[in-house]
């Protein structure tokens, strides 16, 4: 007779660590069997007045509603079986579950027979369901999509550097999938060695988080995973530690030392700084960076701290090559002022009295015009309309709710809102509920959204890396999206600038792939002839793109204005 030798429980969730995970880490733990058993979109919302659910999951087009009840050592009672059908309510769900730690008291039990009786199943996960969930569950989250061949070889070529070097860099443009990269990279590191501890930086306590639950995607369940900020300090670091610079830090001069380190948004590292003292402190520990936006504006080259990229794809690549989406992107300029050119071309001007001049302001109703005509020649409209502040956002938020039915739902996205709030709007946004956004920068960074088929810009950025940050929220492909609109209502020279820059790169890129001709042009002026008369001026005017305000500029004689 055979005995069947029983699985090791996780170390993450026996009673004592249930326990001890308290409310928070009971919440975080939910997420992550979440994700293992298939469902592709979680978003945490717990907090207060989070309408009785902690957890918003979707599943296919289901939304699931998860009411989490941790406990010392009591069972739950009814009031949470209340909160779950209050949730199941308000939020449309078509499933629901109360989970906690312990147990059911009978009241509460009562409570969900009385329910189910009515036709609202509440499914029920005390600690000993949960414990045999992550038994059964895949070792790994399930794979959605295979690694594309770039990806492949981006891993190769890291894991190479890193093995010859002790160091590597990856530049991946946004939507290419950096973090996949470097969620691979740690993988194969514990596989080689399952007891490694892995440091995983960041310079934000949010990015932090979304780092965490990013790496269990490509982490077996076997590994423990926790997050190391100014809030949260676990009481061990075995495993995976996803952690802001400052406590990373911290923690390594008190003894920390992790076998591998990877660092995100790498450009925030500097020649010197909190990064360069922890790598200093930590020298002979392997680490890599991954970043989008390789530029930094003190002009410090990343790759004397990193080595040269180990793989390198930009964003003219990856829509050259189908990684990305496609785009139209209209850049409207019917707002040029040519008289002041005209009459006074032949005087220099800084760039900031230029764009004073050169932009006539544009009135909100021509702005909403423009957007209702790309919303309603796309499939599907998912749309976010990049402002300049939040007061702007929520102004222009209004203006769009107003302006139409199908817009009633618009909703303002920004640093003002808590992060609860941030993730029940983008879980909305997700669905379709919300179809409209608007928002300052809360999407630059560790955002994912790659439904939104239609990007407005109606901000001045003068960053290269924040513009390529936000172009790159609508460039992931998703099911059913075709291309991506893009409408900027330019005011600011360097902006046109930028844009015909990646044009020409996007053709280059096409020449280089024997594609010119098969593709339609991506970049393109509501107004051919000032878009050529920028075009022809623009193609001399060196390094416009990343010029000061102060910088003086003047348009050739040979313009031929009449």
């Known amino acids: 007779m055979t005995v069947t030798e029983e699985p090791q429980p996780l170390l993450w969730l026996t009673p004592i660590a249930l326990r001890d995970a ?24 717990d907090g207060a007045n989070d309408g009785g659910a902690d957890i918003l999951a979707v599943r296919g087009q289901e939304e ?33 579950i109360l989970a906690t730690n312990q147990s059911l008291s009978k009241p509460g039990q009562e409570r969900v027979k009385q329910l189910t009786n009515i036709g609202l199943r509440i499914d029920v996960w005390n600690g000993e369901t949960i414990r045999a969930v992550s038994r059964s569950m895949p070792d790994y989250v399930p794979v959605t999509r295979e690694n594309r061949d770039y990806q492949l070889e981006s891993k190769k070529a890291l894991i190479n550097d890193i093995d010859k070097h002790g160091r590597g860099l990856l530049m991946l443009a946004t939507g290419l999938g950096k973090t996949v990269v470097g969620g691979e990279v740690i993988a194969h590191y514990l596989r080689q060695k399952p007891g490694m501890k892995v440091l995983v930086l960041s310079h934000l306590k949010e990015l932090s ?22 809030d949260f300090k676990p009481s061990t670091l075995d495993g995976l530690t996803a952690a802001t610079i400052e406590t990373a830090l911290k923690t390594v001069h008190e003894g920390y030392r992790p076998d591998l380190i990877m660092i995100d948004e790498a450009h925030h590292v500097g020649e010197n700084g909190q990064y360069r003292a922890l790598l200093d402190l930590l020298e002979g520990v392997p680490y890599f960076g991954v970043t989008a936006t390789p530029w930094r504006g003190d002009e410090f080259d990343l790759t004397h701290l990193f080595g040269p990229p180990s793989m390198r794809v930009g964003i003219a690549q990856g829509m050259a090559e189908g990684y990305l989406s496609q785009v139209d992107y209209q850049i409207l300029v019917d707002n040029f002022n040519w008289d002041l050119v005209k009459d006074q071309s ?63 739902t618009t909703t303002a996205l920004h640093s003002g809102l808590s992060m609860q709030q941030r993730q029940i709007v983008l879980n909305q946004f997700r ?114 793109e990343t010029s000061a305000d102060e910088v003086r500029l003047q348009f050739p004689d040979s313009f031929g204005i009449h």
């Not at 998860?66 to 779950?84: A, T």
């Not at 032949?346 to 209702?372: C, H, M, T």
């Open 431 to 544: 669905l379709g509920r919300t179809p409209m956004l608007t928002c300052v920068d809360v999407l630059n960074e560790g955002v994912d959204v790659p439904d939104v088929n239609i990007i407005g810009f109606l901000r001045v950025t003068h960053s290269r890396r924040i513009f390529i940050q936000q172009l790159g929220r609508g460039l992931r492909l998703a099911q059913n999206k075709t291309s991506l609109k893009v409408l900027d209502f330019v005011t600011d020279i360097r902006r046109v600038a930028a844009t015909l820059n990646l044009r020409r790169e996007l053709e280059g890129e096409r020449e280089r792939l024997e594609l010119t001709g098969q593709v339609a042009e991506g970049i393109r002026f509501s107004n051919e002839t000032t878009g050529a008369l920028l075009d022809s001026w623009i193609e001399d005017a060196a390094d416009l």
């Open 22 to 45: 308290g409310p928070v880490g009971l919440v975080k733990n939910l997420e992550r069997i979440l994700l293992h058993l298939g469902f592709d979109d979680v978003r945490i919302i």
């Open 346 to 408: 032949k005087y220099g001007y800084s760039i900031k009295e230029l764009n004073r001049s050169l932009f006539l302001p544009q009135r909100d109703a021509e702005i909403v015009e423009n957007i209702r005509v790309a919303w309603n020649s796309t499939v599907g409209p998912r749309a976010i309309m990049f402002c300049q502040t939040i007061e702007h956002s929520e102004d222009f938020a209004a203006l769009l709710r107003r302006s139409d039915p199908e817009w009633s």
């Open 64 to 96: 699931w509603v998860i009411q989490s009840k941790w406990s010392l050592n009591k069972p739950i009672n009814s009031d949470g079986v209340d909160e779950v059908d209050e949730a199941f309510g308000r939020f449309d769900a078509s499933h629901a």
């Open 209 to 230: 988080a979304q780092l965490e639950r990013a790496m269990w995607r490509h982490i077996p369940k076997t590994v423990p995973t926790q997050l190391l900020t100014g």
